[in-house]
């Protein structure tokens, strides 16, 4: 019997000790740590040997930079979005031109030398410009840091980079023992890199039992919260390793109240005295005077020093207008402005113009810019802003309302580069759109208050309408002309039309019906321009505007003197 229990207690001591193994064995793969390794150049999609993977701050970016004759370079599109919207790619002229508020910097694609309009020539131990094989700019990162304040950090295996622009507070934490830096959190998970006892990391994120951390050597995963001790917050030292010069302005201490004054040709001068005759509080006036004539950058002018003195002996500064392609089917905007050699014809000229008939400052209205051509029109308003300045002239830029598809204006570096950034606040409806108002109060509101976001206000002009359309309906086709306001109102004087105030417009409605026409205006009056001084008032921006003398019915001008005097 005694033989018989011995051999069972054996057989189940083994079966015991079998699934005390496997248990064993079940609890070591659940809760072991995994000493799996993460392919870091899979991990950071690294294709080849030039390839650096890119991380602004703890932000991993889709860009990608590259590393060629052991010089660390960025994609243009990049270098703009990221680091320096400021760099300005002339394909055109193959050129990289970089503005400060004197001097223009360029350099030519594909070599190691650049030049400034006040330094002169020098040269770099590097390429400072590539075009790679997609067609695509690149631009070494240590040619952005000489106009750009950030730091770099490069490490190897794998290439990648790490970006600082800002240097916000960051919360810090020592790690107490040797651990791994993983890619998820988890034991499981693979490993990134080994963390020594006493490195530091920057959490990113905490969570129950991991954090989120950025090593050293700008790698990021997850640490077990237990391996982290004395978590404080920081600031981080910034980089000052450039300064950025100052934009300094030519802003009157007084509220604008400028007056366009549309001029055809030298006979339009003579017109100054019957035009400014009614005006009250005016202490500008800007003339017509200068039109792009050819793809060269040549300019016509009208400009008369009779005419600046006669202003002057008014007490008017005189800010010469300066517009694009008046009347003629044949100057191409890109052609113009994409050239640095018809950018300089044009700013010589329009800047001679000026100075030699005694005006006081140059006011910029080029309109109709297409999308593509917006970045060489900014660089020309730069390069325009350095002449201005220079030469002690105001420098405004008349705009569009804004609206998301002219963002190519970018109010905002006009906001830096020029004096006074002036809003056309009318043509809200137009020959050729749909029937509307000219210039609606709302419209006018939304106009100077996106603007205001991106513009000092006391730079902001919000110019007014001294016209309305009379709009024509008829079987289904819409027309309109443009009245000037004395004229709209003998117009709704003669047809006896009723006009209502309309509050949603901020003006008067009127319509008639005649031979199956319907007629309709929305007019601007001393009523509607009561509303909408009052919204520039209300907002403290820089002045008002008005296009254009001569248009407007006397009765305007005590609303407009009560809003600038006040």
Same mark, same amino acid.
């Given at each position: 019997?005694?033989?018989?229990?011995?051999?069972?207690?054996?057989?189940?001591? +083994?079966?015991?000790?079998?699934?005390?193994?496997?248990?064993?064995?079940?609890?070591?793969?659940?809760?072991?740590?995994?000493?799996?390794? !993460?392919?870091?150049?899979?991990?950071?999609?690294?294709?080849?040997?030039?390839?650096?993977?890119?991380?602004? #701050?703890?932000?991993?970016?889709?860009?990608?930079?590259?590393?060629?004759? #052991?010089?660390?370079?960025?994609?243009?599109?990049?270098?703009?979005?990221?680091?320096?919207?400021?760099?300005?790619? @002339?394909?055109?002229?193959?050129? $990289?031109?970089?503005?400060?508020?004197?001097?223009?910097?360029?350099?030519?694609?594909?070599?190691?030398?650049?030049?400034?309009?006040?330094?002169?020539?020098?040269?770099?131990?590097?390429?400072?410009?590539?075009?790679?094989?997609?067609?695509?700019?690149?631009?070494?990162?240590?040619?952005?840091?000489?106009?750009?304040?950030? %730091?770099?950090?490069?490490?190897?295996?794998?290439?990648?980079?790490?970006?600082?622009?800002?240097?916000?507070?960051?919360?810090?934490?020592? *790690?107490?023992?040797?651990?791994? $830096?993983?890619?998820?959190?988890?034991?499981?998970?693979?490993?990134?890199?080994? $963390?020594?006892?006493?490195?530091?990391?920057?959490? +990113?994120?905490?969570?129950?039992? &991991?954090?989120?951390?950025?090593?050293?050597?700008?790698?990021?995963?997850?640490?077990?919260?237990?391996?982290?001790?004395? !978590?404080?917050?920081?600031?981080?030292? /910034?980089?000052?390793?450039?300064?950025?010069?100052?934009?300094?302005?030519?802003?009157?201490?007084?509220? *604008?109240?400028?007056?366009?004054?549309?001029?055809?040709?030298?006979?339009?001068?003579?017109?100054?005295?019957?035009?400014?005759?009614?005006?009250?509080?005016?202490?500008?006036?800007? /003339?017509?005077?200068?039109?792009?004539?050819?793809?060269? @950058?040549?300019?016509? %002018?009208?400009?008369?020093?009779?005419?600046?003195?006669?202003?002057?002996?008014? #007490?008017?500064?005189? &800010?010469?207008?300066?517009?694009?392609?008046?009347?003629?089917?044949?100057?191409?905007?890109?052609?113009?402005?994409?050239?640095?050699?018809?950018?300089?014809?044009?700013?010589?000229?329009?800047?001679?113009?000026?100075?030699?008939?005694?005006?006081?400052?140059?006011?910029?209205?080029?309109?109709?810019?297409?999308?593509?051509?917006?970045?060489?029109?900014?660089?020309?308003?730069?390069?325009?802003?350095?002449?201005?300045?220079?030469?002690?002239?105001?420098?405004?830029?008349?705009?569009?309302? /804004?609206?998301?598809?002219?963002?190519?204006?970018?109010?905002?570096?006009?906001?830096?580069?020029?004096?006074?950034?002036?809003?056309?606040?009318?043509?809200?409806?137009?020959?050729?759109?749909?029937? @509307?108002?000219?210039?609606?109060?709302?419209?006018?509101?939304?106009?100077?208050?996106?603007?205001?976001?991106?513009?000092?206000?006391?730079?902001?002009?919000?110019?007014?309408?001294?016209?309305?359309?009379?709009?024509?309906?008829?079987?289904?086709?819409?027309?309109?002309?443009?009245?000037?306001?004395?004229?709209?109102?003998?117009?709704?004087?003669?047809?006896?039309?009723?006009?209502?105030?309309?509050?949603?417009?901020?003006?008067?409605?009127?319509?008639?019906?005649?031979?199956?026409?319907?007629?309709?205006?929305?007019?601007?009056?001393?009523?509607?321009?009561?509303?909408? =001084?009052?919204?520039?008032?209300?907002?403290?921006?820089?002045?008002?505007?008005? &296009?254009? $003398?001569?248009?407007?019915? %006397?009765?305007?001008?005590? =609303?407009?003197?009560?809003?600038?005097?006040?």
């Amino acid at each position: 019997m005694k033989k018989k229990v011995i051999p069972a207690i054996i057989i189940i001591a +083994l079966i015991f000790i079998t699934g005390a193994f496997y248990a064993f064995q079940l609890y070591l793969e659940h809760f072991s740590y995994s000493t799996d390794r !993460k392919d870091l150049n899979q991990y950071f999609d690294i294709t080849d040997d030039a390839d650096v993977a890119l991380f602004l #701050g703890s932000k991993y970016l889709e860009e990608r930079a590259r590393l060629l004759d #052991g010089t660390y370079y960025m994609e243009f599109g990049a270098v703009q979005k990221y680091l320096n919207s400021r760099f300005y790619y @002339g394909k055109a002229d193959e050129e $990289l031109l970089y503005t400060t508020p004197d001097a223009i910097i360029s350099t030519k694609i594909g070599t190691n030398s650049y030049e400034s309009t006040k330094d002169g020539a020098k040269e770099e131990n590097y390429q400072i410009t590539r075009v790679d094989e997609e067609g695509r700019l690149l631009v070494a990162l240590d040619y952005v840091k000489k106009y750009t304040n950030f %730091s770099y950090k490069a490490f190897s295996a794998p290439n990648h980079i790490q970006l600082e622009t800002s240097w916000d507070e960051q919360t810090v934490a020592t *790690i107490s023992s040797n651990t791994e $830096l993983r890619v998820r959190g988890g034991v499981k998970s693979e490993i990134i890199e080994e $963390l020594a006892k006493g490195d530091t990391v920057v959490v +990113l994120e905490e969570m129950e039992k &991991w954090s989120k951390v950025m090593s050293a050597d700008a790698f990021i995963g997850y640490v077990e919260n237990k391996k982290l001790e004395d !978590k404080k917050t920081i600031n981080p030292i /910034p980089v000052t390793d450039y300064a950025e010069p100052e934009y300094t302005s030519l802003k009157r201490d007084h509220k *604008i109240n400028l007056g366009f004054h549309s001029i055809s040709g030298p006979s339009g001068n003579d017109t100054f005295s019957e035009f400014v005759s009614q005006t009250k509080s005016l202490n500008v006036i800007s /003339p017509t005077w200068l039109t792009v004539s050819d793809n060269s @950058g040549g300019v016509t %002018s009208y400009a008369s020093s009779s005419y600046v003195q006669a202003a002057h002996n008014k #007490g008017l500064e005189v &800010w010469v207008l300066f517009r694009n392609f008046a009347g003629s089917n044949e100057i191409s905007s890109s052609e113009v402005l994409s050239h640095a050699q018809s950018r300089k014809a044009m700013i010589d000229s329009a800047v001679k113009e000026t100075l030699n008939c005694g005006a006081d400052g140059i006011n910029l209205d080029f309109e109709q810019i297409a999308n593509e051509d917006g970045q060489a029109f900014i660089e020309f308003v730069r390069e325009l802003s350095i002449a201005c300045r220079a030469n002690g002239l105001v420098f405004s830029i008349d705009n569009y309302v /804004p609206m998301h598809f002219n963002d190519h204006y970018n109010l905002r570096e006009q906001g830096i580069v020029a004096d006074y950034v002036i809003i056309m606040g009318y043509d809200e409806h137009y020959n050729g759109s749909d029937v @509307g108002s000219v210039a609606s109060i709302g419209y006018v509101e939304n106009g100077i208050i996106s603007t205001v976001e991106k513009v000092d206000p006391s730079k902001v002009i919000n110019a007014l309408p001294f016209y309305t359309r009379i709009w024509q309906t008829k079987d289904g086709k819409v027309s309109s002309k443009a009245y000037p306001m004395k004229n709209a109102a003998e117009f709704i004087s003669n047809h006896s039309i009723e006009m209502e105030w309309d509050d949603e417009c901020g003006q008067n409605y009127g319509e008639y019906t005649s031979d199956g026409t319907l007629y309709q205006v929305w007019m601007e009056d001393k009523a509607s321009l009561q509303q909408k =001084l009052t919204v520039m008032q209300a907002n403290n921006i820089g002045g008002v505007a008005e &296009w254009a $003398l001569g248009m407007e019915t %006397s009765d305007v001008w005590d =609303l407009i003197s009560a809003y600038v005097e006040g």
